[in-house]
């Protein structure tokens, strides 16, 4: 549960004065702009505002395509509606590259962690219920929320862009690097260290902080990373194709938006894109395939396969869920990159109340930032240790690249047991994989 808000403060910075909100326990500066765009154009970064910044409110998200089909009849959506949205009224406007940013009070050099949203590279914002950053600044920790562009916004190949810019596709994949080089360049005057930034991600967040990582011309930028339930969805899902195969696709995508050109689709009112996103998916099986990260040869240099064997030396940090979206393959990979790169796996094993869903895809999202009562489900004591230890295990790998700390179950590197995080106890275990099966074959995917 968040804090209760008290008045409102202002700061200084390189940017430009900023107003934002005084908490008990922290400061929060919501909405902060990091970049700006053009539609299918790579991001410039924000170095400046004019007056004060008025940092009280969020800012708006990137349109998706649930803002004009949200299809309650499909359970996924009805499900992650209930656990993430309901209640809440977003704002949605192409302007969307914002922060929000929780600080400690008096913050001086402290670590930060800054969070990319999962929602399979087509949804999601950066203030749904359980991204809050106040149980983590009392922990001396300043933690950021970014929104990236998202769907044919963030997404989109074409070879207009390639002539244009050298480079083709991946804007919220660039989105989400901009970011990370707004923050290290301007987090200290909110009181971060910017040479000791862990990334944290989940889900589609998660896949896009591994590409990150894959790439060696990022080196320096950022000291850690953590992958909830992101970091094994190699191959199934996330194996991107070069950006020129995924050309005919958005040439289809501009006919169905009743485009003649690439040109008039920049021009194009939402509705129409938002219309097209629906007519192509009904046609094409393989929408998800193309509409996702591609091979550009700048951002994702090469094919990840290879990339894979020399990713950054890093502190990496992974997890996954006992119901998670093809939870056996998410396991399997993960464990694996953890062995190679010597680093710490949890599994989330730990059932949620109020229905038969499991651990589901993303349920470890209000446990890891202390959100657990901002929603409907009746979360008891053991959650609440539970989300105490992730928080400090978190708080203490953003520090040091070590989660452990004093107090808490002890954390072995190495992907050989992760840390497993059940009803009764947080203790090393050997990953059960005939459960993940047989809670795959039985639950579905991603979840009950």
Known sequence: MTDKQIGAVRLETACGPVRGNEREDCLEFLGVPYARAERFAYASAVEHWDGVLDATAFGPACPQNRGWHEHMENPT???????????????????????????????????????????????????????????????????????????????????????????????????????????????????????????????????????????HANEGLFRRAAMMSGAGLFPRFALPRRAADTHAYWEEFIRDAGCKSFDELKKAPLDAIFDAVETIRARRKDSTYNTMPVIDGYLIPERIEKLMRDPLRLDYLIGFTNTDMVAPVMAWIGMDFAKKNNGFVYFFDLDSPGDASGAFHSCDLRYMFGTLHNGWRPYGGRDDEVSGQLMDYLANFARSGDPNGSGLPHWQRGGRKALRFTKNSTAMSYVNYLRLVLNFLKKGDPKA
């Open 77 to 215: 959506f009805r499900f992650y509606k209930r656990e993430f949205r309901e209640g809440s009224v977003f704002t949605y406007s192409e302007d969307c590259l914002n922060l929000n940013i929780y600080t400690p009070k008096q913050a001086k050099s402290c670590p930060v962690v800054l969070f990319f949203h999962g929602g399979g590279f087509e949804s999601g914002i950066n203030c749904e219920s359980p991204f809050d950053g106040g149980e983590l600044a009392k922990r001396g920790i300043i933690t950021v929320f970014a929104n990236y562009r998202l769907g044919p916004l963030g997404y989109l190949t074409h070879e207009g862009v390639q002539k244009q810019f050298g480079r083709d596709g991946n804007f919220g994949l660039d989105d989400q690097l901009t970011a990370i080089r707004w923050v290290k360049r301007h987090i200290g005057d909110f009181g971060g260290d910017g040479e000791n930034i862990t990334l944290l991600g989940q889900s589609a967040g998660a896949i896009s902080i591994q590409y990150l990582c894959l790439n």
